[in-house]
């Protein structure tokens, strides 16, 4: 837990803000305005600072300028009423590390200051090693900036010239095979083939065929000797894409080739000698796979003896920046610009394709912006519900609509309420009992809203 400074120019927030932090475990120290919040910072005395942004005297915009000069790893969350919500988005192109919304709810609260806390910690231990990291920002076809990918890079500048086996591990679309070229491109094998296979897209019978070749006449259908993969990589790498997805009785074989780096043709009964360097692929549990007798122990351990995992894109948002660059250049649109709306939305997606929907999204987007800039509408209409800014408490994350911030604030809080409420009657299938259980209020408040909206739950039933 942290250290956190509070800074409110109300009293009774003040003292709301140090019993909730104090109950998630924080040691809380509180300011009433910016110069009191001054007075009181000292570089690394406060692991996270918490402000309001409308203040006498000085604000918060004011006071995050103050503190990211004294100390820029300090990160400050700016609180801010629901109907000023794009100058909570300011704040954060300025420099702020997140927002909160008011009236503040806890459990969004606890989540955001702990997102705070864990960017401080990562913050402090890429200064503690910024002098054994390089300032690379791309690895081959590898991209990112971040702590998460400096390590991937320092792995894989590591195997690279030692003839290792490596298990790539990570989540579809973070570029696993983009890590197997580079290790093969810094490896003394790059001068020679590298040869890729993808385990998946294979039944067994032609997944054998393909990795070991087959002799003539070895099935229906096989008029000629055809080489394998294996063979064709001789001298080379070959890369075994989604390996957890090959067949039983491929990977006794596999294990054979690996280990004794021996294959025999399907319908041969010569062994055959092959210099091969195999990089293998997964976004599988092979450990929860060994377990359930579905993949091989044996060949887990010839395969995993230096494995690297590749982080997410929600994992390393701080990446966003360049990867969104480098997309544009691609796609030839380099001097596109993002509106903050877009580029905060695009911080906070969840990226359930990683880098692989982003380039889709980017690309797409800046088809749809013309001459620019991007806007949220155009993510939205890219990636749907997938573009969203988190107002409550971050179990199920709410849009934050272009339209609703030129609205007076009480008709942006009527249609806030109008699709918060449309929304938690769909996940509960209209049942208004669940629906106030979830949204912390008594089912009579809740049915008198959904009456001032003149909505019926008895339409959500099959929804």
């Known amino acids: 837990m942290g250290k956190v400074l509070a800074v409110d120019d109300e009293q009774v927030m003040r003292a709301f803000l140090e019993k909730a932090l104090t109950r998630f475990g924080h040691e809380v120290t509180t300011a009433a305005s910016a110069e009191e919040a001054l007075k009181a910072f000292e570089p690394r005395r406060f692991d996270v600072v918490l402000s309001d942004i409308r203040m006498p005297g000085a604000s918060g915009l004011d006071l995050l300028e103050r503190l990211t000069e004294r100390d ?6 700016i609180m801010t009423a629901y109907g000023t919500i794009t100058t909570a988005v300011e704040a954060v192109q300025r420099g702020a590390a997140d927002f909160v919304t008011k009236p503040i709810e806890l459990p969004h609260l606890k989540l955001v200051v702990e997102r705070a806390l864990a960017k401080r910690a990562k913050e402090s231990e890429l200064t503690e090693l910024r002098p054994h990291v390089d300032e690379r920002e791309q690895l081959g076809g590898l ?6 990918m400096k390590r991937v890079y320092q792995l894989i500048d590591k195997v690279a010239p030692r003839d290792l086996t490596v298990l790539i591990l990570g989540e579809t679309g973070t570029g696993k095979s983009l890590c197997a070229q580079a290790i093969h491109e810094l490896s003394p094998r790059a001068a020679n083939r590298l040869q890729i296979v993808n385990c998946s897209a294979l039944q067994s019978t032609l997944l054998e065929s393909e990795l070991f070749g087959h002799e003539k006449g070895a099935f229906t259908g096989a008029h000629e000797r055809k080489l394998g993969h294996f063979e064709v990589a001789d001298g ?9 997805d090959a067949p039983a009785e491929v990977q006794a074989k596999l294990l054979r080739a690996i280990q004794d780096k021996v294959i025999t043709r399907v319908g041969g009964t010569d062994p055959i000698k092959v210099d091969v360097r195999v990089l293998a692929a997964t976004n599988r549990d092979l450990e929860e796979m060994v377990s359930a007798g579905t993949f091989r122990q044996d060949l887990f351990y ?18 966003l920046p360049v990867l969104i660059e480098h997309v544009l250049e691609q796609a030839n649109m380099p001097l596109l610009e993002l509106s903050a709306e877009a580029s905060l939305a695009l911080e906070r997606c969840e990226w359930q394709g990683n880098v692989r929907q982003l380039q889709n999204a980017i690309t797409r987007a800046g088809v749809l912006a013309g001459q620019g800039p991007i806007e949220l509408e155009h993510l939205r209409d890219v990636l749907g519900g997938a573009v969203e ?3 409550g408490d971050g179990a199920e994350p709410l849009p934050l609509a272009p339209a609703v ?12 309420e109008r699709f918060y409420i449309e929304r938690l009657l769909r996940l509960t299938q209209g049942n208004v009992s669940e629906a106030a259980r979830r949204a912390g209020i008594g089912r009579a408040s809740l049915h008198d809203k959904i009456n001032k909206l003149d909505l019926d739950p008895a339409r959500f039933r099959d929804a």
Do not use: Y
Not at 72 to 77: D, G, I, K, N
Not at 302 to 319: A, G, K, N, Y
């Open 405 to 416: 911030l030129d609205q007076p604030l009480r008709d942006a809080r009527r249609s806030f």
């Open 143 to 148: 991209i990112g900036r971040s702590l998460a």
């Open 236 to 244: 080379g790498t070959l890369f075994l894409d989604e390996v957890g």
């Open 72 to 77: 820029p790893q300090t990160p400050v969350v």
């Open 389 to 391: 800014v988190s107002l």
């Open 302 to 319: 010839r395969l995993s003896p230096f494995p690297i995992t590749l982080p997410p894109l929600r994992e390393r948002v701080e990446d």
